[in-house]
């Protein structure tokens, strides 16, 4: 009691304060983690920033023992029912800009692992083609990427129902016309203005839903873990 709750006068006041944040909350690692993040923005101990303190890198290296972060889902849904179901819709030129634009998105996804938010910072002015596919660099930083984080593509050619590079061709000539900007992404109606993220996740749940997935269960930032576990079950690491 009676310490200044910006500057307190040691760091075991603040290891207190987290510990009783712990127990009550019961939080696991990635919530406790971010607690201490915020209290960082706002907190110093004589001066120094939190993250100087050796004593409290060690509490959070027990807490990460002691309660480490459980996944989201204990099983995943299997991409290939939602390739199978996007595979039926036929090859890129004769879909509609709606369609096309729902399965240029799914198979970015599918075909990288990547999180929603990376895809969606996807822009012309950091595509670049390749002899057998494309890739994009990332012109913005994010939450986990860096600036000049390059996410790559391979062509699939043995089925162009299915071949990112493909779908992207058709999809930046049929949307040509409309672009104003280099987002990826934009609407498929008029104005055709570039979307939001929420609409991205909103078109993604859509395809999930006509491929036969609970969408009550599978939101649409599961596409992730149905990659990389897909992948993981095909050998790939």
């Given at each position: ?17 987290l ?40 509490f ?32 890129p030129?004769t ?23 990376t ?59 409309h ?16 979307v ?14 006509s ?14 873990a ?12």
């Open positions: 009691m009676g310490e200044d709750p910006h500057n307190p006068s040691a760091i075991t006041v603040v290891i207190n304060c510990q009783l944040c712990k127990d009550f909350y019961q939080l696991h690692y990635s919530s406790f983690n971010s607690a201490k993040s915020a209290l960082q923005n706002v907190v110093t101990v004589q001066g120094c920033h939190l993250s100087m303190f050796k004593l409290l890198q060690d959070m290296r027990g807490v990460l023992r002691d309660a480490p972060s459980l996944p989201k889902y204990s099983n995943i849904w299997d991409p290939q029912v939602v390739l199978a179901h996007i595979d039926l819709w036929g090859p030129h879909l509609s800009l709606k369609l096309l634009t729902q399965k240029l998105l799914i198979l970015l996804l599918l075909c990288s692992g990547q999180r929603l938010q895809v969606f910072s996807f822009s012309l002015d950091g595509l670049d083609f390749t002899p057998d596919g494309f890739l994009f660099t990332i012109m913005k930083c994010l939450k986990r990427k860096k600036v000049g984080t390059v996410v790559q593509y391979k062509a699939f050619p043995q089925n162009v129902n299915l071949c990112p590079k493909q779908h992207l061709v058709q999809y930046l000539h049929k949307s040509a016309e672009r104003k900007s280099p987002q990826l992404f934009l609407s498929y109606q008029k104005p055709f203005e570039p939001k993220q929420c609409t991205l996740s909103r078109w993604v749940t859509q395809v999930l839903h491929s036969g997935i609970d969408t009550q269960i599978f939101k649409p930032h599961s596409t992730r149905a990659s990389t576990s897909g992948a993981a079950r095909g050998g790939l690491r």
